[in-house]
């Protein structure tokens, strides 16, 4: 095989690669913009920064941020 044929191969994983990275990307945006990712980085603060303190499970820590934010609603549309 030449080395030109190995490139024409290589080509399509080289895109898919791409295209994986960034629907991989765009996942990680979203799940961050919509907040499905906090209750991961408030347990690994937590870890990080008060290693002896307890961590809410995370049924208990959104029923916490829902009732933070209903008394202090800040800037929300709703």
Request: charge should be positive; aromatic fraction near 8%.
């Amino acid at each position: 095989m030449s080395a030109t044929q190995h490139e024409l191969r290589s080509a399509p994983d080289v895109v898919w690669r791409r295209v994986r990275r960034a629907a991989s990307g765009i996942r990680w945006y979203l799940t961050t913009l919509m907040g499905d990712r906090a209750y991961d980085t408030y347990v690994a603060h937590q870890r990080a920064h008060h290693p002896d303190a307890p961590v809410p499970t995370e049924r208990q820590f959104w029923r916490d941020r829902m009732r933070e934010q209903d008394r202090n609603p800040g800037a929300r549309c709703c």
